[in-house]
């Protein structure tokens, strides 16, 4: 996690996400860098709208809680669904977060 909060912290200062600049910014807050995962994040972000990503899923974490009551009801329909179904809805989920990574 480290990773990516010195990635948006230096989005948010206005600095270009690069490895040289990340790996600065882990260094300075005591975090031992591993390349492999430096370059594996700056190449990951390389064309993502930083601003869109971080705003949509701020969307769907602040409508997460108004949705637990409609969850909770629809808990008893969920043994009906087919695991293909379940599956779809789990990907439907994570892609939110995986379009902040690439």
């Known amino acids: 996690m480290e990773y990516v909060y010195a990635a948006l912290l230096l989005h948010s200062a206005g600095q270009k996400v690069e490895e040289a600049s990340l790996s600065k910014v882990l260094h300075a807050a005591g975090v031992k860098t591993d390349e492999a995962k ?7 972000l390389e064309g993502v709208n930083i601003d ?3 705003a949509k899923n701020v969307v769907a974490a602040a409508a ?13 329909k969920k043994e009906a669904k087919s695991k293909q179904e379940e599956e ?3 990907e439907e989920a994570a892609s939110g ?3 902040l990574f690439g």
């Open 97 to 99: 977060l995986a379009a």
């Open 88 to 90: 779809k809805s789990e």
């Open 38 to 44: 430096v370059k594996a994040l700056v190449a990951s």
């Open 52 to 54: 869109e990503a971080v």
């Open 64 to 76: 997460a809680p108004a949705a637990a009551p409609a969850a909770a009801a629809a808990e008893g």
